[in-house]
């Protein structure tokens, strides 16, 4: 699977855990050279605190678009060490 921002791969894995219809991506899959920071956290009842990552492709910003949860709930423990993307990532195969 690839995750694509912008015409670049910004992730790809042949091993992902679709959760809710989102791919996790193991966190070595995530290139780097892409990844900005971020302080945005969010609150899942069942998978515990989220963090967040921006994406940044050739001086664009895309904020916030990849979540992980560094410390996911007992009923997430398959995603603990993964990340996952929206806000316009496309994920294909």
Do not use: Q
Request: with cysteine; aromatic share 12%; hydrophobic share 40%.
């Amino acid at each position: 699977m690839k995750a694509i921002w912008n015409g670049v791969t910004v992730a790809e894995s042949d091993d992902t855990v679709v959760v809710e219809g989102n791919h996790y991506f193991p966190e070595a899959a995530l290139k780097r050279e892409y990844v900005a920071s971020s302080n945005h956290h969010t609150m899942c009842s069942w998978k515990g605190e989220a963090s967040y990552h921006s994406l940044l492709v050739d001086g664009n910003l895309n904020p916030d678009a990849v979540w992980y949860y560094a410390e996911p709930k007992e009923a997430a423990a398959e995603i603990k060490g993964r990340v996952a993307f929206w806000k316009g990532v496309k994920i294909e195969e």
